[in-house]
């Protein structure tokens, strides 16, 4: 007995020292940090925007420790090298960089027994060489890969100058903090004959600053934003939520707590999601009318998107109720998880899907059509035929202050795209607004949508309005 005790408190000991000491074994994604480190793989330039103390440094860490050891976990959906690496980590200050970077890979700075109690595994630490002028703040560090090589990784601060971040080849570079754009050119050039990349991790405290800009006016195939929110950070209560929330500025709340830039007056939807959030419906009556919207996409930067809907005509209350969206794929494909939500419901399309597809010289409504959807038989309109996007914008607007919009709680990525919708020079920014575009398609032909029951059984029913009505004769 005695030594099946002694046994079991060593077991515990040996458990702890190891949840101590080799935390990176530890850790578990939110989903929107996941989204971020599956962009690792596709994705030259990643930024995480989120809102305070939601774990955007967490992730940050944990990802810079996994490439600089090799100990991917087996749900890794990033890159992933095999051999040792080069980097660097980043911030505004060397003290900031020592306290929130370095804490954090390493464990407290100057409390000797707390080393090895970050993310970086203690066993993996080979060296360490202190920066001058600042106490404790380490230089350069070297860490053991799991194949056998060693990983640099050194710390560095936008305070230094661009200078400071010039001649060195990495594989990659950890940006903790919005750096200046002239650093974070630099740092780019130094990936580039690595095939490297940068991710960062911040909140927009800054507004609209020239690297937000990029992520969020200016998205290519190279370059992917995921924004995470006070909601998204599951570690806290409601009560915690809100204690933080009541802590703010009124005019910080938005970028501290949802992780937006400060838009100004060229914020298109400027009313509280809560104002417009609904828990998911468990119960959708028959006889409200259902309609999806989408937008066909083009490439990884311009997804395909589609929003299922369903509008209360009694009380004039549009409700939508999930939204899908899919980057690259073929139509099959985009169908697919619409149809099993939807199968029967009519579909809303933009009058591009008249064009033809280059490969197969068929209209790409039709492609869907074979797909298996419903789609309506002439393109997305408003009832005088016209197909004006500020009208769809214009309505939308007077529907939330009305309280006649609701959309899920569940449309994370939808509300992503409603915080960050905005105007430049009195223009509509067509950027990162794929389920919001799909939802403009509802705005305009929900006159069109049908009282189908939801799931995954089609109807053969047809799916046009007879020419000149307003409603469905069939």
């Given at each position: 007995?005695?030594?099946?005790?002694?046994?079991?408190?060593?077991?515990?000991?040996?458990?702890?020292?190891?949840?101590?000491?080799?935390?990176?074994?530890?850790?578990?994604?939110?989903?929107?940090?996941?989204?971020?480190?599956?962009?690792?793989?596709?994705?030259?330039?990643?930024?995480?925007?989120?809102?305070?103390?939601?774990?955007?440094?967490?992730?940050?860490?944990?990802?810079?420790?996994?490439?600089?050891?090799?100990?991917?976990?087996?749900?890794?959906?990033?890159?992933?090298?095999?051999?040792?690496?080069?980097?660097?980590?980043?911030?505004?200050?060397?003290?900031?960089?020592?306290?929130?970077?370095?804490?954090?890979?390493?464990?407290?700075?100057?409390?000797?027994?707390?080393?090895?109690?970050?993310?970086?595994?203690?066993?993996?630490?080979?060296?360490?060489?202190?920066?001058?002028?600042?106490?404790?703040?380490?230089?350069?560090?070297?860490?053991?890969?799991?194949?056998?090589?060693?990983?640099?990784?050194?710390?560095?601060?936008?305070?230094?100058?661009?200078?400071?971040?010039?001649?060195?080849?990495?594989?990659?570079?950890?940006?903790?903090?919005?750096?200046?754009?002239?650093?974070?050119?630099?740092?780019?050039?130094?990936?580039?004959?690595?095939?490297?990349?940068?991710?960062?991790?911040?909140?927009?405290?800054?507004?609209?600053?020239?690297?937000?800009?990029?992520?969020?006016?200016?998205?290519?195939?190279?370059?992917?934003?995921?924004?995470?929110?006070?909601?998204?950070?599951?570690?806290?209560?409601?009560?915690?939520?809100?204690?933080?929330?009541?802590?703010?500025?009124?005019?910080?709340?938005?970028?501290?707590?949802?992780?937006?830039?400060?838009?100004?007056?060229?914020?298109?939807?400027?009313?509280?999601?809560?104002?417009?959030?609904?828990?998911?419906?468990?119960?959708?009556?028959?006889?409200?009318?259902?309609?999806?919207?989408?937008?066909?996409?083009?490439?990884?930067?311009?997804?395909?998107?589609?929003?299922?809907?369903?509008?209360?005509?009694?009380?004039?209350?549009?409700?939508?109720?999930?939204?899908?969206?899919?980057?690259?794929?073929?139509?099959?494909?985009?169908?697919?998880?619409?149809?099993?939500?939807?199968?029967?419901?009519?579909?809303?399309w933009p009058h591009d899907g008249i064009n033809r597809e280059k490969g197969s010289g068929e209209q790409i409504s039709k492609s869907y059509s074979k797909a298996g959807l419903a789609m309506l038989g002439t393109h997305a309109a408003f009832p005088d035929g016209s197909i004006s996007t500020e009208a769809a914008v214009s309505e939308m607007q007077e529907r939330m202050v009305s309280g006649r919009f609701?959309?899920?709680?569940?449309?994370?990525?939808?509300?992503?795209?409603?915080?960050?919708?905005?105007?430049?020079?009195?223009?509509?920014?067509?950027?990162?607004?794929?389920?919001?575009?799909?939802?403009?398609?509802?705005?305009?032909?929900?006159?069109?949508?049908?009282?189908?029951?939801?799931?995954?059984?089609?109807?053969?029913?047809?799916?046009?309005?007879?020419?000149?009505?307003?409603?469905?004769?069939?």
């Amino acid at each position: 007995m005695v030594t099946s005790l002694d046994e079991a408190l060593k077991s515990l000991e040996a458990l702890e020292e190891r949840k101590t000491f080799e935390r990176i074994h530890y850790f578990t994604p939110y989903p929107k940090q996941l989204e971020f480190f599956g962009m690792g793989k596709v994705k030259r330039e990643r930024l995480l925007m989120a809102a305070n103390q939601v774990g955007k440094s967490y992730a940050g860490a944990y990802e810079t420790a996994c490439h600089l050891t090799g100990q991917y976990p087996s749900w890794w959906p990033g890159r992933a090298w095999d051999r040792a690496v080069r980097g660097w980590a980043a911030g505004p200050t060397s003290l900031l960089v020592r306290d929130t970077a370095q804490k954090l890979l390493l464990g407290e700075p100057g409390v000797p027994e707390r080393a090895g109690t970050g993310m970086i595994p203690k066993k993996a630490i080979l060296d360490t060489s202190t920066a001058r002028g600042i106490i404790d703040a380490v230089d350069t560090l070297q860490v053991r890969h799991k194949s056998g090589g060693v990983s640099i990784l050194k710390f560095k601060s936008y305070e230094q100058g661009r200078v400071k971040f010039q001649s060195d080849s990495l594989d990659f570079i950890w940006d903790d903090e919005e750096p200046p754009q002239d650093i974070y050119s630099e740092e780019l050039t130094r990936t580039n004959a690595t095939d490297g990349m940068v991710f960062t991790t911040f909140t927009p405290l800054e507004g609209m600053s020239d690297v937000v800009i990029s992520f969020v006016q200016n998205p290519t195939s190279d370059r992917g934003l995921v924004t995470m929110t006070i909601d998204d950070a599951k570690h806290m209560t409601p009560e915690k939520r809100q204690q933080i929330i009541a802590s703010y500025k009124p005019w910080e709340v938005e970028a501290r707590t949802k992780g937006v830039p400060m838009l100004g007056s060229g914020r298109v939807f400027p009313y509280p999601e809560e104002s417009i959030m609904e828990p998911d419906m468990a119960y959708i009556p028959v006889h409200w009318t259902k309609l999806w919207g989408i937008d066909f996409g083009i490439a990884t930067d311009h997804p395909f998107a589609a929003v299922l809907s369903a509008w209360d005509r009694d009380n004039d209350v549009l409700h939508l109720l999930k939204g899908i969206r899919v980057s690259d794929q073929l139509p099959e494909n985009h169908a697919k998880p619409m149809k099993a939500v939807g199968a029967a419901v009519p579909v809303a399309w933009p009058h591009d899907g008249i064009n033809r597809e280059k490969g197969s010289g068929e209209q790409i409504s039709k492609s869907y059509s074979k797909a298996g959807l419903a789609m309506l038989g002439t393109h997305a309109a408003f009832p005088d035929g016209s197909i004006s996007t500020e009208a769809a914008v214009s309505e939308m607007q007077e529907r939330m202050v009305s309280g006649r919009f609701k959309v899920a709680a569940s449309m994370s990525q939808w509300f992503d795209e409603y915080r960050m919708y905005h105007r430049k020079d009195g223009l509509l920014v067509k950027t990162r607004d794929d389920l919001i575009s799909a939802t403009m398609k509802i705005i305009m032909d929900k006159r069109r949508g049908r009282a189908v029951p939801l799931g995954n059984k089609s109807s053969r029913r047809r799916q046009d309005t007879a020419e000149g009505v307003d409603f469905d004769l069939f």
